[in-house]
């Protein structure tokens, strides 16, 4: 009996991993996508199953982004999305910019098989001065849900989140969402940013400097 429980759950674990397509049936892209002052960041192909980066392959995010998988039993599966039949997935989205304060955040994300677990859901803003805030995760859009008879289902939901109410300069970014048990498969995310240029300290201190200047030119 138990060879065959486990050749169930082989054969259920091939086709969920097999299956499951990388990408977004729905991406909820912002308006402001592509304007000056932001970037785009999209992961649709892993090649990092657990405790390393995943760098975005598409937008310009560069090494600004990382996706990582923090629950240790994950594999890349053929269809290069994360998957674990083991544990639940425990999904992390590091942003990290200089000079900037964020002021807007988009986060779309895509699954499949077993889905996640929405309470446990964080987004922090971490701000130059090193202070940070937890900001409500509870309001999100679910954009396309489709069944997968005896798998679970494959779900598209984005986050946005305005952090101009923030006083201090918001410059790091982390989004941390988990499965509610094995099975389910990281299909995509991605993450839009918008923000405002700060100038560094020194640009401050040269910008001072030329006022300075400007103030003795005139007395001549």
């Given at each position: 009996?138990?060879?065959?429980?486990?050749?169930?759950?082989?054969?259920?674990?091939?086709?969920?991993?097999?299956?499951?397509?990388?990408?977004?049936?729905?991406?909820?892209?912002?308006?402001?996508?592509?304007?000056?002052?932001?970037?785009?960041?999209?992961?649709?192909?892993?090649?990092?199953?657990?405790?390393?980066?995943?760098?975005?392959?598409?937008?310009?995010?560069?090494?600004?982004?990382?996706?990582?998988?923090?629950?240790?039993?994950?594999?890349?599966?053929?269809?290069?999305?994360?998957?674990?039949?083991q544990?639940?997935?425990?999904?992390?989205?590091?942003?990290?910019?200089?000079?900037?304060?964020?002021?807007?955040?988009?986060?779309?994300?895509?699954?499949?098989?077993?889905?996640?677990?929405?309470?446990?859901?964080?987004?922090?803003?971490?701000s130059?001065?090193?202070?940070?805030?937890?900001?409500?995760t509870?309001?999100?859009?679910?954009?396309?849900?489709?069944?997968?008879?005896?798998?679970?289902?494959?779900?598209?939901?984005?986050?946005?989140?305005?952090?101009?109410?923030?006083?201090?300069?918001v410059t790091?970014?982390?989004?941390?969402?988990?499965?509610?048990?094995?099975?389910?498969?990281?299909?995509?995310?991605?993450?839009?940013?918008?923000?405002?240029?700060?100038?560094?300290?020194?640009?401050?201190?040269?910008?001072?400097?030329?006022?300075?200047?400007?103030?003795?030119?005139?007395?001549?």
């Amino acid at each position: 009996m138990s060879r065959v429980l486990s050749l169930v759950a082989l054969t259920a674990t091939t086709a969920l991993a097999s299956t499951a397509m990388a990408g977004f049936a729905n991406e909820d892209a912002p308006a402001w996508r592509g304007d000056a002052n932001t970037m785009y960041g999209l992961w649709d192909t892993f090649s990092q199953a657990n405790f390393a980066p995943n760098f975005a392959e598409a937008g310009n995010m560069g090494f600004a982004g990382e996706v990582y998988n923090f629950s240790g039993t994950a594999i890349i599966a053929g269809s290069g999305n994360i998957y674990d039949a083991q544990s639940a997935l425990n999904i992390h989205n590091y942003i990290s910019l200089e000079n900037v304060d964020i002021t807007d955040v988009m986060i779309n994300v895509s699954t499949a098989g077993s889905g996640p677990d929405f309470e446990s859901v964080l987004f922090q803003a971490v701000s130059s001065d090193g202070s940070s805030q937890f900001l409500d995760t509870s309001d999100y859009s679910m954009n396309f849900q489709q069944d997968i008879p005896g798998f679970g289902s494959t779900l598209n939901m984005s986050w946005s989140f305005d952090l101009s109410g923030i006083d201090s300069d918001v410059t790091t970014l982390a989004f941390i969402i988990k499965g509610t048990g094995p099975h389910m498969s990281l299909d995509a995310i991605s993450t839009d940013v918008a923000f405002a240029v700060v100038p560094a300290p020194g640009a401050l201190a040269l910008l001072g400097l030329a006022g300075l200047a400007g103030r003795r030119r005139r007395r001549h």
